[in-house]
């Protein structure tokens, strides 16, 4: 607990030191000139940290239970996991599940907050659906053709995170498709969708994920049986599936959302590897031509599209060399070990370097710098 308080303290007061207030331009100037040389605190944070303790900062876990407990926290400690992602399983009342986070947070010793994500996108994928009214689908918010109505959701929904300490939401869905998860068909009219969402996400102060990149609108195979092709040309993905994601990414800050990368495979872009395996999607396309500086996630590496062709071992691995900074694994505890010692093996040998590590963790870093400050100025 005092660790967290401490980092979090620090954080604040960094802010604070760099301030908005009115001053003139010979007091602009002097600050400038004091504060120059200060240390980055993401940078003094890293100083103190082991390998071990960064390798963990890059992957997400679920747990079992409603309550922390022995194998938990053996997880989270061992470990140094820098994320949960909740579960209906995890959830029995609002009441319950805060005092879960609260205890996930006070009892994981690391030395910044973790993520505690969750997918509640409204509709059919809402993990507090039976213990609340969840949102609709998102279809249904898009038929209806209101921007507004869709933040009001999304204001809803982030009132609720926020008072049982959940700081990510796996949402909006950035796809274009008929498919009751998704804004509508048009290209133009999911971006509009997408970018309200987005606005609304900020505004509350809860971290979002723009999924799945680069999208699965023609996707035909369920990505948690097997894996699958989507054959469409190049100027086609960028004209109409890469689109809602680019209107957030020109538009809004890259430490405020994450983007998580899919399990389908795109020939255009790569014909040997899924999205989320694939240096050329998340490298070439999402950081290099579209300029994306945020935190790329996984889809769950237990999904059949990844976990029936790859080593938990190796899958990880592969994840973190083609750009991902975070590994999500979200059932069980021995696959979860097994993503991180395969990336801690992998920086042993060489294969994956200290430096590249220390990329993520910044990214990662950024995102929980923006959302502790928020919350320090509520």
């Known amino acids: 607990m005092r660790k967290i308080f401490s980092t979090v303290l620090f954080f604040i007061m960094t802010f604070l030191s760099i301030g908005c207030s009115q001053e003139s331009e010979a007091d602009s100037a002097a600050r400038v000139e004091t504060t120059i040389d200060k240390p ?3 940078d003094e944070i890293l100083k103190t940290m082991s390998l071990t303790e960064k390798i963990g900062q890059m992957v997400m876990i679920g747990i079992h239970g409603t309550d922390v407990d022995e194998d938990s926290l053996y997880m989270l400690r061992q470990f140094h996991f820098g994320g949960v992602i909740l579960f209906s399983r995890n959830i029995d009342s609002l009441e319950q599940t805060a005092r879960l986070v609260e205890h996930i947070q006070l009892q994981s010793e690391e030395k910044v907050p973790l993520f505690i994500a969750i997918d509640e996108e409204g509709g059919r994928v809402s993990r507090l659906g039976h213990v609340i009214e969840s949102a609709p689908s ?3 918010i898009g038929l209806s053709g209101s921007l507004d109505t869709e933040k009001n959701y999304v204001d809803r929904t982030c009132k609720t995170l926020r008072s049982i300490g959940v700081n990510v939401n796996f949402a909006p869905v950035a796809d274009v498709q008929d498919d009751e998860r998704s804004f509508g068909t048009d290209a133009q009219t999911v971006a509009a969708f997408v970018d309200a969402s987005a606005r609304s996400y900020e505004d509350n102060g809860i971290i979002y994920c723009l999924k799945h990149f680069p999208g699965i609108g023609r996707g035909v195979v369920d990505s948690h049986e097997e894996i699958s092709s989507i054959d469409a ?10 689109v809602p994601f680019k209107e957030v990414i020109d538009n809004h800050p890259h430490d405020r959302f ?3 990368a899919t399990h389908i495979k795109y020939p255009a872009l790569d014909p040997d590897n899924s999205a989320s395996l694939s240096s050329e999607v998340l490298t070439g396309l999402l950081r290099n031509e579209m300029g994306f500086d945020g935190v790329i996630v996984t889809d769950d590496l237990e999904m059949g599209a990844a976990a029936n ?6 899958v990880g691995v592969k994840a973190i060399k083609a750009g991902a ?8 505890y021995a696959h979860e070990q097994n993503v991180y010692l395969g990336i801690l093996e992998a920086v042993k040998r ?3 370097s200290e430096e590249r590590i220390d990329q993520s963790v910044r990214r990662i870093f950024r995102a929980k710098l923006n959302n502790i400050a928020i919350d320090g100025a509520d």
Do not use: T, Y
């Open 258 to 260: 994450m983007v998580m």
């Open 40 to 42: 980055d605190p993401i």
């Open 325 to 332: 900074d975070i590994a999500l694994v979200c059932h069980e």
């Open 350 to 352: 060489g294969e994956i």
């Open 138 to 140: 998102q279809q249904s």
């Open 233 to 242: 040309p190049l100027d086609e993905i960028k004209d109409i599936d890469l």
């Open 309 to 314: 062709h790859n080593l938990f071992r190796e």
